[in-house]
């Protein structure tokens, strides 16, 4: 009869296949949460009742130390330490667990045949044979055969497998969906921002002097060269109502204080007035308050000429 072709990768899986099924069972207390407290618990339960040399031989190889069932004090921190390699083996944190976790970890979920070398052979409860339909003859505790096909094992094993895999492609589909998303969400916020500093944020504006005022203008005339006697300037409020007057003898000159409210500058040309200070628009000269001085030489004389 063939020997079945069983790797230690199949023993594995069987095993972990056995947890999840024993988590559920008589144990649960210990396996549905498989701390090392948990595990060294279930470990003195499963090797007070063996009688296996070869369980009893894992155990030495586990721990480094002989099974005593009647030593209180078995298992300190670093025996503790050890059963986080079959805690981490059952929640699935690793997928290459050692030989000695896996062999110990049978014995804690009594999968069988055990250990491996059984496993591979089919052989088990003495059994020197193993029949074609690829089925384990396991014991149960009063030592009667029940045959279980290793495919319940091994197909449960692979199902989980596949479900971890579509679980993380789907993870992976969410956390692009996700993406895109957010990516989506960000543009719209930023079109959005945009819109709102277009139409409510102060744009620039400009101005430029038209013979004897100042004249709001688009900034761009300056670039596209459209109106090049005067200079395009930004906007400056307290120049925008700027205005060249004409004087007369009889143009109020002053306040009742006594103080300008006119001023000038002397040009080419002669002298202009303006409805108030700064720089003349077109020489770029500073503006200076009128006095009677100036206005008798420059108007009052003019006028009587």
């Not at 207390?29 to 070869?54: G, H, I, V």
């Not at 543009?187 to 038209?210: A, G």
Request: a negative charge.
């Amino acid at each position: 009869m063939p020997m079945p072709n069983y790797t230690f990768e199949d023993y594995k899986n069987a095993v972990k296949a056995k947890y999840e099924e024993e988590k559920k069972g008589e144990y649960s207390n210990n396996l549905s949460s498989p701390t090392p407290a948990n595990l060294r618990n279930l470990c003195q339960k499963r090797f007070n009742e063996t009688t296996k040399d070869k369980d009893l031989s894992i155990f030495n190889h586990f721990f480094d130390f002989p099974f005593d069932k009647d030593n209180k004090n078995l298992y300190g921190n670093l025996e503790l330490n050890k059963l986080i390699a079959v805690n981490r083996f059952f929640l699935g944190i690793t997928d290459k667990p050692s030989e000695n976790t896996v062999e110990f970890s049978a014995i804690l979920v009594d999968f069988r045949p055990r250990p491996f070398m059984q496993f591979m052979n089919g052989d088990d409860c003495n059994k020197e044979d193993f029949n074609d339909e690829l089925k384990i003859d396991v014991c149960d505790n009063n030592n009667e055969e029940v045959a279980i096909p290793i495919n319940t094992f091994l197909e449960s094993s692979a199902d989980k497998n596949i479900d971890n895999r579509e679980g993380q492609q789907r993870i992976k589909e969410q956390d692009k969906t996700s993406k895109k998303r957010l990516y989506i969400k960000l543009t719209l916020v930023i079109c959005f921002m945009s819109l709102i500093i277009y139409f409510f944020y102060p744009q620039k504006q400009c101005m430029q002097w038209s013979a004897d005022h100042y004249e709001k203008v688009d900034c761009d005339l300056k670039i596209e060269g459209l109106i090049v006697s005067n200079p395009v300037e930004v906007l400056d409020q307290s120049l925008i109502n700027l205005k060249k007057i004409k004087v007369c003898d009889t143009t109020n000159c002053f306040d009742k204080n006594g103080n300008a409210i006119v001023w000038y500058a002397k040009t080419a040309n002669g002298i202009d007035f303006f409805n108030g200070h700064g720089r003349h628009p077109e020489t770029n000269s500073p503006l200076r308050p009128v006095t009677k001085y100036i206005l008798d030489k420059y108007v009052i004389k003019e006028d009587m000429k």
